[in-house]
C-alpha cells in the first residue's frame, strides 16, 4: 500500500491564511447592525438567587436582557443536563451564567450589568470532594454528590498483598488546571438566508452545539446553523456549551446580529479545567520486584456540573496500574460535586493524572527493593499478548520496552550499578 | 476623560496642576492601561510623557548619571553608560517582563507604581539614588530611600523627571540577581541588588544591600550590610551573612505564608548576587 | 474624541479616536486589522504584538491617542497571499503554525528581532519570542522557522 500522507511533513491547509492574518477567528466577524451581548455571572459559589433586570432595561442603548424565563428549555450539558443556560433558583459555582444582556455596544453591556440587581442567599458550599461524598455534606444537585463510581475487580488484592515483599502506600493529590487556550471565547449569531439561527464560533463540537442550541430553543436542528470559525486553540476547553446557547436565544427572539467576545477573566470563568483528583494508593511487589498487587482510590473533583466527569473518572481508573502487569487489582475511582469550578475535558482526559501516582509508587518500591528504577519496570511493563487490568488483550504493537532501553541507551544510565538507586 | 500629549516637560507639569490631581501621567502604560480596565484608576486626564525626549535621556554628568524618568528598559539596556561597573542596573532593566513590555516601561513608572517586585529599585537604592520631581512650583530632589523607607510621597501636581546617582568608584561592582517562576514575564518572587567593593587586603571596603520583595516595598538591608562591612571575605562570612539575611526576613514577613520559601530561595539568590558581581568585575577589569 | 494623526503599514491615516480606546481597538475596530489578536489584554500573551516605530510592543498596552504621529506595522502589511515576506513562508515550510492565534505576534517579534540582528543566536531568538505565548506547545518549530528566516534573509 503507498501513503500518500502519513509519515509525510505536509503543508498545513490554513497556515497561509494564519501567517498572514487572514485568518478569521470568531471575533473578527463583523455584520452590519450588530450588536454586542454580555453575561452576567455569579459572584459566589452557593445561593439561592433573585433578579431583578427592571432598573439595567430601562437603561438607553439596552435591548433586552434574557434570563431563565426566555428560555424554552434551561437544561444542557454533554453527558448529564445538569447546566442550566441561566440559572433559575440556584448558582453553584462563582462565575454560573444568570443573566444575559444585549445592548447597543459593549460599554451599554457592561453599564446594564452592573444595574442587575442579584439578590444572593448563601448557602453552606462543599470545596473538598472527600467532604462532598459524606451523606451530611451540602448537595450540589440533587441528594448526592456522587456523580460516578467506577470499579475494576481482578484477582484478589488481599492475597496478592499477603504474598508480597515489599508495599508502598501514599495518597497523592494534582491540582486544578486550565487550558488557557490563547483565544477567548467569541462568536455572533444572526439569522442567515434561508431563516436559520446561524452561529459562527470556534468549538470542538459543531454538532452536540447545534442538538444542545435545537433542543434549549426547542426547535428543530436543521433550524440551525453552526459555523466553526478558525480555532484558537481549544485542548478539552471547547467541548461544552459556552455563549453558543446564549447566542442563538439572543438572535432568535431579536433577529439582529449579536456579537460576544469573552475577556480572558471571563474565559477563565466560563469553561472546564482539569480534574484535580486525590489518589490513594497501596502497591504490592515480591522479592525480585514483580508487581503482585494494587488498591487504588481515586477521587475527581468535578466541580459545580459534571460535564466529563464519568469519562475522565473512566479512563483514570483504566489507567491506573499505569502499563504494568499486576495480577490483582482493586480500583475505585469517584467523580464528585462541589461548588468549585466546573471540571471536563483536557488533554489526556484522566490519563494525565494518575502516572504521577502509578510511577511514584514504581520509584518507592525499587528503592525499598534496592532495585534501580529502569529494572523493575522492565520486569513489569505491558509487552504484546499482556492482559491489562480491564482485561483487554494488547493484541497490536506495545513498543515500550523499546523505549525506555532506547532512552537508557541515550541517557547512558547505569542500570544495576549502585548509583542508579 | 481627556487625553493629552505632552511635548514637554512644562506642558505636563501645567496640566498636572490644571487637573488639580485628577490628571494622571502615562508613560509606558503597562500597569496603568490595566488599572484604568479595570477601574482601580479613574483619572479625569492622562497626560502621556512618552514622547518627550528631554524626559528620556540618559545622562553622563561627570561623576553623575542621571537616567530621565521616561526611558524605558529597553533604554536602559541599551545604553552603553550602565556597561562595566553598573552592569547591575542594567541586568535588572533586561531581566524586565518581556522585550514588549521593556520597548515601552520606563524606570520612572517602575518608582511611581510602588510595587515591592519592581526590579530596577534595588540597584537604584544601592546606588543611593536621588529622585528629581517637578511641578509647577519648581525642582526638589528626595532620596529614593526616603521615598520607600520614611513614605516621602510625590505630590499629585509633581512628575518624576529623572533619577540620578553617583557612579561606582574604584572598584565597587553594582550586582543584581532575581527569582522569578519562569524566564521572561515573570514578576520577582524576591530580587537582590548588591554594590561590593573587596580592598587590597580582601576586606570588605563597600556594601550595600538591596532587596526586592522581601517587604512591602523594596529596601535596603542595613544588618547585612552592618554585618559585613570591614569583615574578611571568604564563603564563611558570606555564608553568616546569608543567616543574618534570613533573620531581618523573618521578622518583616512573620506569618506570611511565601516566608519558609522565601527563606530557602533567598540564600542562592544573594549570592548569586554576590558571586556574579565579583565574576562581572574580572571582566571589567580584564 | 480625539484626532490623531498615524501610519499604519505605509498609509497615513487621519482619525477619530475616543480617549480611552487602545491602540488594539484602533487597529481591529477603525481599521480591520484582525490579524492584531486579543488574548489577555494585560501584557502577558503578546497575541497583540506590533511593531511601533521599530520596535514590538503590546497594542494592548497602548492608548490609540498615545500613538500619534507613530509609524505601525501589524501582520497585514508584512506580506500577503502574491507578496509574502520570508519569516511567513518559514514559518509555513517548518510547521511552525498551529491554532494560529500567537502567529502574528510571533512572527511580528521575529521582524523586529531580525531587523536589528540579522544573525541571531538560538538563545536570542528564544529572547525575542519570550514575550509571545504559543499554547499549541510549539516553540522549537517557531524558533526552527526563524532560524531559517534568518538564512533566507541574509
Same mark, same amino acid.
Given at each position: 500500500?503507498?501513503?500518500?500522507?502519513?509519515?509525510?511533513?505536509?503543508?498545513?491547509?490554513?497556515?497561509?491564511?494564519?501567517?498572514?492574518?487572514?485568518?478569521?477567528?470568531?471575533?473578527?466577524?463583523?455584520?452590519?447592525?450588530?450588536?454586542?451581548?454580555?453575561?452576567?455571572?455569579?459572584?459566589?459559589?452557593?445561593?439561592?438567587?433573585?433578579?431583578?433586570?427592571?432598573?439595567?432595561?430601562?437603561?438607553?442603548?439596552?435591548?433586552?436582557?434574557?434570563?431563565?424565563?426566555?428560555?424554552?428549555?434551561?437544561?444542557?450539558?454533554?453527558?448529564?443536563?445538569?447546566?442550566?443556560?441561566?440559572?433559575?433558583?440556584?448558582?453553584?459555582?462563582?462565575?454560573?451564567?444568570?443573566?444575559?444582556?444585549?445592548?447597543?455596544?459593549?460599554?451599554?453591556?457592561?453599564?446594564?450589568?452592573?444595574?442587575?440587581?442579584?439578590?444572593?442567599?448563601?448557602?453552606?458550599?462543599?470545596?473538598?470532594?472527600?467532604?462532598?461524598?459524606?451523606?451530611?455534606?451540602?448537595?450540589?444537585?440533587?441528594?448526592?454528590?456522587?456523580?460516578?463510581?467506577?470499579?475494576?475487580?481482578?484477582?484478589?488484592?488481599?492475597?496478592?498483598?499477603?504474598?508480597?515483599?515489599?508495599?508502598?502506600?501514599?495518597?497523592?493529590?494534582?491540582?486544578?488546571?486550565?487550558?488557557?487556550?490563547?483565544?477567548?471565547?467569541?462568536?455572533?449569531?444572526?439569522?442567515?438566508?434561508?431563516?436559520?439561527?446561524?452561529?459562527?464560533?470556534?468549538?470542538?463540537?459543531?454538532?452536540?452545539?447545534?442538538?444542545?442550541?435545537?433542543?434549549?430553543?426547542?426547535?428543530?436542528?436543521?433550524?440551525?446553523?453552526?459555523?466553526?470559525?478558525?480555532?484558537?486553540?481549544?485542548?478539552?476547553?471547547?467541548?461544552?456549551?459556552?455563549?453558543?446557547?446564549?447566542?442563538?436565544?439572543?438572535?432568535?427572539?431579536?433577529?439582529?446580529?449579536?456579537?460576544?467576545?469573552?475577556?480572558?477573566?471571563?474565559?477563565?470563568?466560563?469553561?472546564?479545567?482539569?480534574?484535580?483528583?486525590?489518589?490513594?494508593?497501596?502497591?504490592?511487589?515480591?522479592?525480585?520486584?514483580?508487581?503482585?498487587?494494587?488498591?487504588?482510590?481515586?477521587?475527581?473533583?468535578?466541580?459545580?456540573?459534571?460535564?466529563?466527569?464519568?469519562?475522565?473518572?473512566?479512563?483514570?481508573?483504566?489507567?491506573?496500574?499505569?502499563?504494568?502487569?499486576?495480577?490483582?487489582?482493586?480500583?475505585?475511582?469517584?467523580?464528585?460535586?462541589?461548588?468549585?469550578?466546573?471540571?471536563?475535558?483536557?488533554?489526556?482526559?484522566?490519563?494525565?493524572?494518575?502516572?504521577?501516582?502509578?510511577?511514584?509508587?514504581?520509584?518507592?518500591?525499587?528503592?525499598?527493593?534496592?532495585?534501580?528504577?529502569?529494572?523493575?519496570?522492565?520486569?513489569?511493563?505491558?509487552?504484546?499478548?499482556?492482559?491489562?487490568?480491564?482485561?483487554?488483550?494488547?493484541?497490536?504493537?506495545?513498543?515500550?520496552?523499546?523505549?525506555?532501553?532506547?532512552?537508557?541507551?541515550?541517557?547512558?544510565?547505569?542500570?544495576?550499578?549502585?548509583?542508579?538507586? | 476623560?481627556?487625553?493629552?500629549?505632552?511635548?514637554?516637560?512644562?506642558?505636563?507639569?501645567?496640566?498636572?496642576?490644571?487637573?488639580?490631581?485628577?490628571?494622571?501621567?502615562?508613560?509606558?502604560?503597562?500597569?496603568?492601561?490595566?488599572?484604568?480596565?479595570?477601574?482601580?484608576?479613574?483619572?479625569?486626564?492622562?497626560?502621556?510623557?512618552?514622547?518627550?525626549?528631554?524626559?528620556?535621556?540618559?545622562?553622563?554628568?561627570?561623576?553623575?548619571?542621571?537616567?530621565?524618568?521616561?526611558?524605558?528598559?529597553?533604554?536602559?539596556?541599551?545604553?552603553?553608560?550602565?556597561?562595566?561597573?553598573?552592569?547591575?542596573?542594567?541586568?535588572?532593566?533586561?531581566?524586565?517582563?518581556?522585550?514588549?513590555?521593556?520597548?515601552?516601561?520606563?524606570?520612572?513608572?517602575?518608582?511611581?507604581?510602588?510595587?515591592?517586585?519592581?526590579?530596577?529599585?534595588?540597584?537604584?537604592?544601592?546606588?543611593?539614588?536621588?529622585?528629581?520631581?517637578?511641578?509647577?512650583?519648581?525642582?526638589?530632589?528626595?532620596?529614593?530611600?526616603?521615598?520607600?523607607?520614611?513614605?516621602?510621597?510625590?505630590?499629585?501636581?509633581?512628575?518624576?523627571?529623572?533619577?540620578?546617582?553617583?557612579?561606582?568608584?574604584?572598584?565597587?561592582?553594582?550586582?543584581?540577581?532575581?527569582?522569578?517562576?519562569?524566564?521572561?514575564?515573570?514578576?520577582?518572587?524576591?530580587?537582590?541588588?548588591?554594590?561590593?567593593?573587596?580592598?587590597?587586603?580582601?576586606?570588605?571596603?563597600?556594601?550595600?544591600?538591596?532587596?526586592?520583595?522581601?517587604?512591602?516595598?523594596?529596601?535596603?538591608?542595613?544588618?547585612?550590610?552592618?554585618?559585613?562591612?570591614?569583615?574578611?571575605?571568604?564563603?564563611?562570612?558570606?555564608?553568616?551573612?546569608?543567616?543574618?539575611?534570613?533573620?531581618?526576613?523573618?521578622?518583616?514577613?512573620?506569618?506570611?505564608?511565601?516566608?519558609?520559601?522565601?527563606?530557602?530561595?533567598?540564600?542562592?539568590?544573594?549570592?548569586?548576587?554576590?558571586?556574579?558581581?565579583?565574576?562581572?568585575?574580572?571582566?571589567?577589569?580584564? | 474624541?480625539?484626532?490623531?494623526?498615524?501610519?499604519?503599514?505605509?498609509?497615513?491615516?487621519?482619525?477619530?479616536?475616543?480617549?480611552?480606546?487602545?491602540?488594539?481597538?484602533? /487597529?481591529?475596530?477603525?481599521?480591520?486589522?484582525?490579524?492584531?489578536?486579543?488574548?489577555?489584554?494585560?501584557?502577558?500573551?503578546?497575541?497583540?504584538?506590533?511593531?511601533?516605530?521599530?520596535?514590538?510592543?503590546?497594542?494592548?498596552?497602548?492608548?490609540?491617542?498615545?500613538?500619534?504621529?507613530?509609524?505601525?506595522?501589524?501582520?497585514?502589511?508584512?506580506?500577503?497571499?502574491?507578496?509574502?515576506?520570508?519569516?511567513?513562508?518559514?514559518?509555513?515550510?517548518?510547521?511552525?503554525?498551529?491554532?494560529?492565534?500567537?502567529?502574528?505576534?510571533?512572527? /511580528?517579534?521575529?521582524?523586529?528581532?531580525?531587523?536589528?540582528?540579522?544573525?541571531?543566536?538560538?538563545?536570542?531568538?528564544?529572547?525575542?519570542?519570550?514575550?509571545?505565548?504559543?499554547?499549541?506547545?510549539?516553540?522549537?518549530?517557531?524558533?526552527?522557522?526563524?532560524?531559517?528566516?534568518?538564512?533566507?534573509?541574509?
Amino acid at each position: 500500500m503507498k501513503l500518500e500522507v502519513v509519515g509525510k511533513n505536509i503543508l498545513r491547509i490554513d497556515a497561509l491564511s494564519k501567517v498572514t492574518g487572514r485568518a478569521l477567528y470568531p471575533e473578527d466577524f463583523y455584520m452590519e447592525g450588530m450588536v454586542y451581548g454580555k453575561t452576567l455571572r455569579s459572584k459566589v459559589p452557593h445561593a439561592y438567587i433573585k433578579v431583578d433586570t427592571s432598573r439595567a432595561e430601562k437603561i438607553d442603548g439596552v435591548i433586552k436582557i434574557f434570563t431563565h424565563k426566555d428560555v424554552p428549555n434551561n437544561k444542557h450539558g454533554v453527558v448529564f443536563k445538569d447546566h442550566e443556560v441561566f440559572c433559575s433558583e440556584k448558582v453553584r459555582r462563582i462565575g454560573d451564567p444568570i443573566a444575559f444582556v444585549v445592548a447597543k455596544d459593549r460599554k451599554t453591556c457592561e453599564l446594564a450589568l452592573e444595574n442587575i440587581l442579584v439578590e444572593y442567599e448563601e448557602i453552606e458550599g462543599v470545596f473538598d470532594p472527600i467532604e462532598a461524598m459524606k451523606d451530611d455534606a451540602p448537595k450540589v444537585h440533587g441528594d448526592s454528590n456522587i456523580v460516578y463510581h467506577f470499579k475494576i475487580r481482578k484477582g484478589d488484592v488481599e492475597e496478592g498483598f499477603k504474598n508480597s515483599h515489599v508495599i508502598v502506600e501514599n495518597t497523592y493529590k494534582t491540582h486544578m488546571v486550565d487550558h488557557a487556550f490563547l483565544q477567548p471565547e467569541a462568536g455572533l449569531s444572526f439569522i442567515d438566508e434561508e431563516g436559520r439561527i446561524t452561529v459562527i464560533v470556534a468549538t470542538q463540537y459543531p454538532h452536540y452545539d447545534r442538538e444542545e442550541i435545537a433542543s434549549a430553543l426547542k426547535i428543530a436542528e436543521d433550524k440551525v446553523r453552526l459555523i466553526n470559525a478558525n480555532i484558537g486553540g481549544a485542548f478539552g476547553g471547547r467541548e461544552d456549551i459556552s455563549l453558543q446557547i446564549h447566542l442563538a436565544l439572543a438572535a432568535h427572539e431579536l433577529k439582529m446580529p449579536v456579537k460576544v467576545v469573552y475577556s480572558r477573566e471571563e474565559s477563565f470563568l466560563a469553561h472546564s479545567k482539569r480534574h484535580p483528583l486525590i489518589m490513594k494508593y497501596k502497591t504490592g511487589a515480591d522479592k525480585d520486584g514483580k508487581l503482585l498487587a494494587l488498591e487504588a482510590e481515586i477521587i475527581g473533583d468535578t466541580g459545580a456540573y459534571a460535564s466529563w466527569a464519568t469519562n475522565v473518572l473512566r479512563k483514570s481508573g483504566v489507567h491506573a496500574t499505569g502499563p504494568y502487569f499486576i495480577p490483582n487489582v482493586k480500583v475505585d475511582s469517584y467523580a464528585v460535586y462541589t461548588n468549585n469550578p466546573y471540571a471536563g475535558a483536557m488533554r489526556g482526559f484522566g490519563a494525565t493524572q494518575v502516572p504521577i501516582a502509578h510511577e511514584q509508587q514504581m520509584d518507592m518500591l525499587a528503592e525499598k527493593l534496592g532495585m534501580d528504577p529502569i529494572t523493575i519496570r522492565l520486569k513489569n511493563m505491558f509487552k504484546k499478548g499482556s492482559v491489562t487490568a480491564t482485561g483487554q488483550v494488547l493484541t497490536e504493537s506495545v513498543p515500550l520496552q523499546e523505549c525506555l532501553e532506547r532512552v537508557v541507551e541515550k541517557m547512558d544510565f547505569p542500570v544495576g550499578e549502585k548509583e542508579a538507586y | 476623560m481627556e487625553a493629552y500629549k505632552a511635548k514637554s516637560i512644562d506642558e505636563v507639569i501645567r496640566l498636572l496642576s490644571q487637573f488639580e490631581g485628577k490628571g494622571k501621567v502615562i508613560a509606558g502604560g503597562t500597569d496603568l492601561i490595566i488599572d484604568i480596565r479595570n477601574k482601580k484608576v479613574k483619572p479625569e486626564a492622562l497626560i502621556d510623557i512618552s514622547s518627550i525626549d528631554e524626559l528620556k535621556t540618559i545622562e553622563d554628568l561627570g561623576s553623575f548619571i542621571r537616567i530621565g524618568a521616561a526611558a524605558t528598559f529597553t533604554d536602559l539596556v541599551e545604553s552603553s553608560l550602565l556597561d562595566e561597573n553598573l552592569y547591575g542596573l542594567k541586568k535588572a532593566a533586561r531581566e524586565v517582563g518581556s522585550p514588549q513590555i521593556r520597548n515601552r516601561g520606563t524606570i520612572g513608572g517602575n518608582i511611581a507604581n510602588g510595587s515591592p517586585a519592581a526590579d530596577s529599585v534595588p540597584p537604584l537604592l544601592c546606588l543611593d539614588s536621588t529622585l528629581i520631581l517637578r511641578s509647577i512650583k519648581g525642582e526638589r530632589e528626595i532620596s529614593l530611600r526616603d521615598y520607600y523607607e520614611k513614605g516621602f510621597k510625590i505630590g499629585e501636581d509633581e512628575i518624576i523627571s529623572a533619577i540620578q546617582f553617583k557612579k561606582p568608584e574604584g572598584r565597587q561592582i553594582l550586582s543584581f540577581a532575581k527569582l522569578g517562576l519562569r524566564k521572561a514575564l515573570a514578576i520577582s518572587r524576591l530580587s537582590i541588588a548588591t554594590l561590593l567593593e573587596i580592598g587590597g587586603d580582601n576586606r570588605i571596603k563597600t556594601i550595600r544591600i538591596a532587596s526586592g520583595s522581601l517587604g512591602r516595598h523594596p529596601l535596603r538591608e542595613y544588618k547585612v550590610e552592618e554585618f559585613l562591612i570591614g569583615k574578611d571575605f571568604n564563603e564563611e562570612v558570606i555564608n553568616e551573612a546569608v543567616l543574618v539575611l534570613k533573620e531581618a526576613m523573618e521578622e518583616r514577613l512573620k506569618g506570611r505564608a511565601t516566608l519558609p520559601y522565601k527563606q530557602r530561595a533567598v540564600e542562592r539568590v544573594f549570592k548569586d548576587a554576590i558571586y556574579g558581581g565579583l565574576e562581572r568585575l574580572k571582566v571589567v577589569e580584564a | 474624541m480625539k484626532k490623531i494623526s498615524l501610519n499604519v503599514n505605509g498609509k497615513d491615516h487621519i482619525l477619530e479616536v475616543e480617549e480611552d480606546m487602545r491602540l488594539i481597538d484602533l /487597529l481591529r475596530e477603525k481599521l480591520g486589522l484582525t490579524g492584531v489578536k486579543e488574548g489577555c489584554s494585560e501584557g502577558e500573551c503578546g497575541a497583540c504584538t506590533v511593531i511601533m516605530d521599530g520596535e514590538v510592543v503590546n497594542s494592548c498596552l497602548v492608548m490609540a491617542f498615545q500613538a500619534e504621529g507613530s509609524s505601525i506595522l501589524t501582520i497585514e502589511g508584512l506580506g500577503d497571499e502574491e507578496n509574502i515576506h520570508p519569516i511567513q513562508q518559514a514559518f509555513i515550510d517548518v510547521g511552525a503554525v498551529q491554532c494560529g492565534y500567537c502567529t502574528p505576534g510571533m512572527i /511580528l517579534a521575529a521582524k523586529a528581532l531580525l531587523d536589528k540582528n540579522p544573525n541571531p543566536t538560538e538563545e536570542e531568538i528564544r529572547e525575542a519570542i519570550s514575550g509571545n505565548l504559543c499554547r499549541c506547545t510549539g516553540y522549537n518549530k517557531i524558533v526552527q522557522a526563524i532560524d531559517r528566516a534568518k538564512e533566507v534573509l541574509r
